[in-house]
């Protein structure tokens, strides 16, 4: 059984930085492409984040261009989202996402999601 597993998060005043991690157990994490996405209250799921399967090709949501890192260690079985110079609007339930798809295959699995909350 595939897993993934958030953790980090937290709340931080704006400016400031977060990091949260993601463990895949159960699989590979090298299988695939691993993303973040967010939702805040009120709001759609939103893709914030992206990561090939070896992390050479990496995409952002504009509106995180600049202050969001996203980086894979695929000998741990992990991913990361390092946030920075983080806004109000950046206050959401961050949900890792883990997607392999080919032809004839698409396994796609989700993390329980963890808070993140911005505010002075």
């Known amino acids: 059984q ?15 930085s977060l990091s949260v991690s993601c ?16 939702q805040a209250p009120g709001k759609e799921r939103e893709l914030v ?10 995409n952002f949501a504009d ?21 920075n110079s983080l806004k109000p609007e950046d206050t959401a339930v961050y949900y890792c996402n883990a997607r392999a798809v080919s032809m004839t295959t698409k396994l796609e699995y989700w993390g329980q999601g963890t808070q993140v909350t911005v505010s002075s």
């Open 23 to 38: 463990t895949v157990s159960g699989s590979t994490v090298s299988r695939y492409t691993m993303n973040w996405y967010r």
């Open 49 to 58: 984040a992206s990561i090939t399967t070896l992390g050479f090709g990496t």
């Open 2 to 16: 595939v897993q993934l597993v958030e953790s980090g998060g937290g709340s931080v005043q704006p400016g400031g």
């Open 63 to 83: 509106s995180v261009k600049g202050r969001f890192t996203i980086s894979r260690d695929n000998v741990k079985n992990t991913v990361y989202l390092q946030m």
